[in-house]
């Protein structure tokens, strides 16, 4: 009886008339988010198309991500041109990933990938995978070959 009356309560209080903002949506395209679960746990990745109302197969929030999954290493002043382009290569990865999964950060990154190659059908064929995942790394070397966006090309410190 009291915990009923508890509960009632809290309710009475939060529907007394206070105003109740619903929350925007933030998991949108170019979003910056840190992967939690499974094979990419603790790796950045960026929003390609998010599914905030989920679909008939996944009917749940889901969101296509590209990501890296490894880094390019440290380079210095000294080191040849050869060593330079070896060490700057990264290997990406595409994926579609529950929203509870995902942890967004503040940043966001602009890279035009390719919308037509990266979606949710290149997942049917492996050969579709491998040409979407192709795309994005040619896509984030050449972002992190500008020098822009440089957190998002460092590992995860945690």
């Keep these: 009886s009291t915990r009923t009356s508890k509960n009632l309560a809290l309710f009475r209080f939060s529907a007394s008339g206070t105003s109740c903002s619903i929350m925007g949506k933030f998991m949108k395209s170019g979003k910056v988010v840190l992967v939690l679960c499974g094979r990419y746990a603790g790796r950045k990745a960026v929003i390609v198309k998010n599914y905030d109302d989920g679909t008939s197969d996944k009917p ?3 969101a296509l991500v590209a990501g890296v999954d490894r880094h390019p290493r440290k380079v210095t002043k000294r080191m040849s041109k050869k060593k330079l382009q070896q060490r700057s290569k990264l290997k990406a990865f595409v994926k579609v990933i529950n929203f509870n999964h995902l942890m967004p950060t503040r940043y966001s990154v602009d890279v035009n990938l390719e919308k037509s190659v990266i979606n949710k059908d290149a997942f049917r064929d492996p050969a579709l995978r491998r040409k979407a995942r192709r795309e994005a790394k040619t896509k984030f ?6 020098g822009k966006n440089k957190w998002f090309f460092t590992k995860l410190r945690f």
């Design 141 to 146: 070397e050449e972002r992190y070959k500008t």
């Design 60 to 62: 749940y929030g889901h």
